[in-house]
């Protein structure tokens, strides 16, 4: 048995890979459950039941997927530059917190306004909280996963800060909440349902982005880059450039998630904005490998995991840690999987 690496990679490949890597962590988390004493084919069917027979769960899917889409977009532009942008989750918290600042001290009272006003401080908050880790990548060459990362936990302690003083509500008694929004600072929602205007918003930015990435030259140089920077630099295309320009975008669209967040679904500021999708974003951009309508079925089966998981839950007690191991058994696998887009195994013969 040999080790060969591909010349070329097939797109099926990569299908076959991504589907396997699935099924894998279907069958693992599978085992899991059986060995709390759950059947899986109950605990699955549960799952798909609650997401897409029932116009709640429909409805919930969206809501859950609509974040994932916009921080899954936020990991994905930077990728494909060959940058890691693991900060999503903080400059999600960024926007959060700009666009109730709007909300809440905004002493105009009117939405054709205050919706507009938040969706843009919160994408400018998001994109100054980003600026930070590509200027230093930009200019000092340093480490965008540390820095990123790092930024994260002060974004997230500001909000809790916030919500635990400056900004606590009058009516709120112990909780970390800020008082809830004017009902002109809501996004409106539909069905009957938590189903919101965020969501449409998240689908609408998900194909300006692909637009953007594959259709422009802007898009262009930043694919050189990622495959071939030292290639890219001789054709002309700057680092700096491509590395601010694509962080600060990432930064805007994070932004905007917080934004959809606290207006279309807690309609206040509170601690814990965000069960994690800034870090969720991570393997969803990795599982559409950077394209931006994929990061769309991508945050879907997330989205699918989150309300999924709610159902396991409900139903039969499974603690919620089960579906973050579904989540980690799904990137482990991805990223195992990506071994095999690169190198293929011969039996026989001598390489």
């Known amino acids: ?21 699935i099924l894998a962590s279907l069958f ?35 809501v859950k997927t609509a974040p994932i889409i916009l921080t899954g977009l936020a990991v994905s532009i930077p990728l494909r530059a060959g940058l890691w942008n693991i900060g999503a989750e903080g400059q999600l918290y960024m926007g959060a917190f700009a666009a109730s600042v709007i909300a809440l001290y905004l002493p105009i009272h009117t939405s054709a306004v ?59 008694y112990n909780f970390p909440y800020s008082d809830l929004f004017g009902d002109y600072a809501i996004l409106p929602r539909f069905f009957g349902t938590r189903f919101h205007l965020g969501v449409i918003i998240a689908f609408v930015v998900a194909i300006l982005i692909y637009l953007l990435m594959m259709k422009t030259s802007y898009g262009f140089s930043v694919r050189i880059f990622g495959s071939n920077p030292r ?7 700057k680092r700096s450039w491509v590395v601010v320009s694509t962080m600060l975008l990432a930064g805007m669209i994070a932004g905007l998630a917080g934004m959809i967040e606290v207006s279309g679904l ?33 945050a879907f089966l997330f989205g699918w995991l989150y309300v999924g998981g709610s159902a396991m839950q409900t139903t039969f007690g499974i603690p919620v840690a089960i579906v973050d191991v579904f989540q980690a058994l799904v990137v482990l696998f991805i990223i195992g999987g990506d071994f095999f887009t690169r190198y293929k195994i011969k039996l026989g013969g001598r390489s």
């Open 266 to 298: 807690h309609m206040r500021l509170r601690a814990n904005v965000s069960p994690g999708y800034g870090y969720t974003g991570i393997p969803v951009a990795l599982l559409a490998r950077g394209n931006p309508l994929f990061v769309i079925l991508s």
């Open 114 to 172: 205050v919706i507009p006003l938040m969706i843009i401080f919160a994408a400018f908050f998001g994109m100054v909280w980003a600026s930070i880790p590509a200027f230093l990548k930009a200019k000092f060459d340093l480490n965008e996963i540390i820095s990123t990362l790092l930024l994260n936990y002060v974004a997230i302690y500001w909000v809790e800060y916030l919500v635990y003083g400056p900004m606590k509500g009058k009516y709120v």
């Open 28 to 62: 693992f988390v599978g085992v899991l459950l059986a060995i709390i004493g759950v059947n899986p084919v109950d605990a699955y069917s549960t799952m798909m039941y609650r997401a897409f027979a029932t116009k709640f769960g429909v409805t919930e899917l969206f």
């Open 231 to 237: 290639s890219a630099e001789y054709a002309g295309i």
């Open 1 to 21: 048995m040999r080790i060969e690496r591909r010349l070329e990679t097939p797109k099926r490949i990569y299908l076959y890979i991504t589907a396997g890597s």
